[in-house]
C-alpha cells in the first residue's frame, strides 16, 4: 500500500504572508499518461473536506490562483502565495494512483 | 451535477452491523464514469478512506478493512451502501460518501463530499 506523508504537522502563518506544506509517497504517483494522481484537500472548521487541488497542479473549479500545487512522482508541494483568515483548516494530500490514501494533515492557523 | 447524502443509525452495539446508505441525487450512478468512495474520520482524527465502487459494481476496499466492508449499490435507486461488519469502538467516526469525477478516462478529483453522518459504537 503507498503510504502518505505531509509534513509540518501543523503552520502558523500571519495574514498576507505564505504558506507552504510537503506531502510525499512512498511510491511514485505517476501515472503512463503523465500524470501524477495527488490530490490536495482542505476541511475548515466543522465542514467536510474540500477538493482544491487534483493531478498534482489542477485548481478545482473555483479555487483562487493563491493555492498552487507543484511536484511530480514522490514529492509534492501545496502553496499558498498569500494567506487569509478563511484558509484556517486541515490540509490532506490525497493518492489516487493506486486505490486511495490520504497523508496526516496538516493544521493552518492565523497568527 | 450529482449532489450525495448520508444516512444511517447513529448508534451501533459492539460485534453488530454497520449499516450506511448514500443517495446520490442527479445524474443516474449507473451512466457516468465516476465512481463513489466511503470515507471516515474519527474525532480529531485524519481521513481514512474505506473503498469505492464503480458504475459497473467493481469495488475497492483498504487493505485494512476488506475483511470487514462490503460496498454495493442499487443503480435503481441511485443509492451506495457500506455494510461494516464485527465493529467496535474504533469504528466510531464521521461517515462520508464522495464522488470521484472521471469522464472520458480523465479524473477530475474527490469533487463531491456529503455532510457526513456520525456513528457511535457503543453498548
Known amino acids: 500500500d503507498i503510504v502518505m506523508t505531509q509534513s509540518p504537522l501543523s503552520l502558523s502563518v500571519t495574514p498576507g504572508e505564505p504558506a507552504s506544506i510537503s506531502c510525499r509517497s512512498s511510491q511514485s504517483l505517476l501515472h503512463s499518461n503523465g500524470y501524477s494522481y495527488l490530490d490536495w484537500y482542505v476541511q475548515r472548521p466543522g465542514q467536510p473536506p474540500q477538493l482544491l487541488i487534483y493531478?498534482?497542479?489542477t485548481r478545482a473549479p473555483g479555487v483562487p490562483d493563491r493555492f498552487r500545487g507543484s511536484g511530480s512522482g514522490t514529492d509534492f508541494t501545496l502553496q499558498i502565495s498569500r494567506v487569509e483568515a478563511g484558509d484556517v483548516g486541515i490540509y490532506y494530500c490525497m493518492q489516487a494512483r493506486q486505490t486511495v490514501a490520504f497523508g496526516g494533515g496538516t493544521k493552518v492557523d492565523i497568527k | 451535477q450529482q449532489l450525495v447524502q448520508e444516512s444511517g443509525p447513529g448508534l451501533v452495539r459492539p460485534s453488530q452491523t454497520l449499516s450506511l446508505t448514500c443517495t446520490v441525487s442527479?445524474?443516474?450512478?449507473?451512466?457516468?464514469?465516476?465512481?463513489f468512495n466511503w470515507i471516515r474520520q474519527a474525532a480529531g482524527k485524519g481521513l481514512e478512506w474505506i473503498g469505492r465502487i464503480y458504475s459497473d459494481g467493481k469495488t475497492h476496499y483498504n487493505s485494512s478493512l476488506t475483511s470487514r466492508a462490503t460496498i454495493s449499490a442499487d443503480m435503481s435507486k441511485n443509492q451506495i451502501f457500506l455494510k461494516l461488519t464485527s465493529v467496535t469502538a474504533a469504528d466510531t467516526a464521521v461517515y462520508y460518501c464522495?464522488?470521484?469525477?472521471?469522464?472520458?478516462?480523465?479524473?477530475?478529483?474527490?469533487?463531491?463530499w456529503g455532510q457526513g453522518t456520525t456513528v457511535i459504537v457503543s453498548s
Open positions: 493531478l498534482s497542479s
Open positions: 442527479g445524474d443516474s450512478i449507473s451512466t457516468t464514469s465516476n465512481h
Open positions: 464522495t464522488r470521484s469525477a472521471v469522464e472520458y478516462s480523465s479524473y477530475f478529483g474527490m469533487d463531491v
